[in-house]
Every structure is written in structure tokens, then in C-alpha cells.
């Protein structure tokens, strides 16, 4: 069995001024002393010796976070563009406020981020499109390195776009396995909303 351990990369400026990055590449997209700090914690503490590549978006945000975790384990790091964030067409470096207040039918209030709706508008990349290349890339990967470890370090969307990938399966209740003992699962329901905000978590 492949095992996948995603990662999104740490705080950038453009996250802490609400700024929508896509697939920005600029200094106002790199880590900020904030997100440095967060991937010299994870590194800290998430010990990735284990593995046996790291891959990474192409964009230097992912490839900062990377560096870090990989700082005195030396995995070989290989990039990969399926593993970018979704990109935001004409909306990548707005406000997502502002957005939010302009195009609120395209958003969902409690995530205070876009719907799948949003695409057309910005002429965006779509959300199916996002899930299709990162499950392309994991059965790419599983059929290649059938007893494979990897460390993905990609981008929040990203991320979830993996999550609705695996939790496709849900129907199936062997697709969710039983969490280990004493850890946290978040879970909030609005409205007939379910919305996970993390599973399994170990303090």
C-alpha cells in the first residue's frame, strides 16, 4: 500500500492579508517570518526520515516548507505540477473579502471561500479539474511505487481536492478507518452541511 502524507506549506504574506494566490510565484507569495517558523515546527516535530521522496508543487512557497522538513534527512525532492494550487484565473491576487462582498452567490459563507460556481466568473480553474490531476498523480505514484512513502508538500486546495478524492469512497465503510485512541475529530453541521475540519488528530 502507497501511504501519502500531504502537507500544505506555511503562512506566506499574501495569507495573512487575505490575498487569494492561486498560482502566484512573487515575493508576496513566500513565506513569511510566520510560515517560517510553522515549517521549523513541523519539522520539529513530524520526523520524515521515514519516507522515501518528498514531492512538491513547483512554486516557491512549497518548495521553502520542503526545504525545512527536509533539513538533516536529505530526501531526494522532486517537483510535480499536479501537485499546484488551484488557480483563480483572473481572481489570483484579489481580496478574497472584497470577492466575498462582490460575488457572494459564488461563495460559501461558513468557509467564507468559493463554491465550485465560482470557475466561470474568473475563468478559473475548475474543482473537478484540481481532484483529476492530483488523483492522476497518487495512482501514477501507487502503480509506480506499490510500497511507496511520500511526503506531499502542496497548498491548501490542493489538500482538500485529495480529501474529496479519497472521500469519493465513503459509501464504502472500509474506505475510513477506525482513529486511534485519545485523538480529536472535528466535524460541524450547518444547515444539512457537513463540514470535516480534521480527523484523527493527535495532540
Keep these: 500500500m502507497t501511504e501519502f502524507y500531504f502537507v500544505r506549506h506555511g503562512k506566506t504574506f499574501a495569507n495573512q492579508q487575505g490575498l487569494k494566490q492561486g498560482t502566484i510565484n512573487s515575493e508576496i507569495t513566500y513565506l513569511s517570518d510566520l510560515g517560517k517558523q510553522q515549517a521549523q515546527h513541523l519539522h520539529d516535530h513530524f520526523d520524515i526520515s521515514f519516507a522515501d521522496k518528498i514531492y512538491v508543487s513547483p512554486l516557491q ?86 510500497d511507496g512513502k511520500f511526503i506531499l508538500v502542496t497548498h491548501g486546495f490542493t489538500v482538500k481536492s485529495a480529501m474529496l478524492v479519497a472521500l469519493k469512497q465513503q459509501d464504502d465503510p472500509m474506505s475510513v478507518i477506525e482513529p486511534d485512541n485519545t485523538s480529536v475529530t472535528k466535524i460541524r453541521l450547518k444547515n444539512n452541511q457537513y463540514y470535516v475540519d480534521y480527523f484523527n488528530r493527535m495532540y
Design 61 to 146: 512557497r512549497t518548495q521553502d516548507t520542503a526545504n525545512y522538513l527536509n533539513a538533516g534527512v536529505g530526501l531526494p525532492i522532486e517537483k510535480d505540477e499536479r501537485l499546484l494550487e488551484i488557480s483563480y484565473g483572473k481572481w489570483d491576487g484579489q481580496s478574497n473579502a472584497e470577492l466575498m462582498k462582490t460575488y457572494p452567490e459564488v461563495f460559501d459563507e461558513e468557509l467564507e471561500d468559493v463554491l465550485p460556481s465560482y470557475a466561470p466568473l474568473s475563468d478559473g480553474e475548475t474543482f473537478e479539474h484540481v481532484e483529476q490531476r492530483v488523483s492522476e498523480f497518487m495512482e501514477e505514484v501507487a502503480a509506480k511505487y506499490p
